[in-house]
């Protein structure tokens, strides 16, 4: 059965996919991952969260995916010295010549081809096998009916995997030039500042637009055959056809979602777990509190990207600029007291006594409730828990476990 992989863009995101369901985590260090701007892990963190994972069952991945230029190399060198005695289950790797640095350095761990690497073929699969890769992670812009094809001219050990849910890029498998461009952040480098969402106006006498907050820097379009190349891609949500998913040949199913909250991590992992594990019992059917679930998450709109739709014939960009907002992330359970009927927790945004709430445990979707009674640390009574991070006391109408999340009700 295909493997539930989960972003850890630290430690606390971790942990809340591992609890949730995940079979794997992906993560980076300080250096060549592709999300510079997540929190990521330095090398003390990585041994303690390998070791985390590892004693739940739980795989860990290093995305090391950048595509480093010929100064970096002694610095990549410098970097998989320092790592090579934590158990990664595999390296995520996008680039050949990271490839052979690894192939010295680190000889004994997996390899998996990074989307960035654009994997289109079954000939390119193999190729890269061929060069000591044991998984690929395909290009978003193929289809089930082009993985299915992959699949069946490959190598039954080569592993696929495929992104299943997240953010998508306009820009080919995030190939991506416009943010180096506009504030001279360069995307391959993982330093992308998302500028194919932010607000352009067109300036019909040149046919140049320009972005909001920087009209010295115009950009020329030109539209070719009814379409332009600056736009803003719906985010993939796949939960309505996991027996698809679940049929096509893929190894393992990818979350996007890095820079996203842990409450999200939680969210997404939660709601594809029930429906994998709803599908491996062999009485699948779908439930659309899955969907209610993925739709609490902070979203742009939803499609399925190009898994049912050639990117040659669609956009899949967006209507409405900006993203759906996701419930409030309220708080955190720490622990609780069956003889009390109270539930130590941390808070994340306020709650007050009455407030109606929702309870997110691991393999059920969100149970409501409302707020009762309050206590500070020193157990005195209190209408609500305004300050960030502070500990205090409730009284739950049912059992939580540790981990289990309370949000917002609305």
Known sequence: MPELLSPAGNFEKLKAAVRYGADAVYMAGQIFGMRAAADNFTLEEMKEAVEYAHNRNVKVYLTVNTMPRENEYPIL??????????????LIVADIGVISVAKELLPDIDIHISTQANSVSSYACKEWQRLGATRIVLARELTLEEIREIRKNIPKELELEAFIHGSMCVSYSGRCLLSNLLIDRDANRGMCAQPCRWNYKI??????????KRPDIPIPIKEINGETFIMSSKDMCMIEHIPDLMESGINSFKIEGRMKSAYYTAVVTNAYRMAIDSYKKGNYQYNCEWLRELESVSHREYATGYFYDRSTETANTCKDTGYIREKAYLATVVSY??????????????????????????????????????????????????HAQMTFYMKMPFEVKEGDIVRSAG
């Open 77 to 90: 060198k410098r970097y998989f010295n320092d790592i090579k005695d934590i158990p990664f289950d595999a």
């Open 337 to 386: 007291n069956s003889e009390t009927g109270e539930a130590m927790l941390i808070q994340k945004n306020k709650l007050s006594v009455g407030d109606p709430i929702e309870v997110l445990s691991p393999g059920k979707t969100g149970v409501s409730a409302v707020v009762g009674d309050m206590y500070n640390e020193l157990h005195e009574s209190i209408q609500s828990a305004p």
């Open 203 to 212: 300036i019909e006498r040149d046919f140049d637009i320009i972005e909001e």
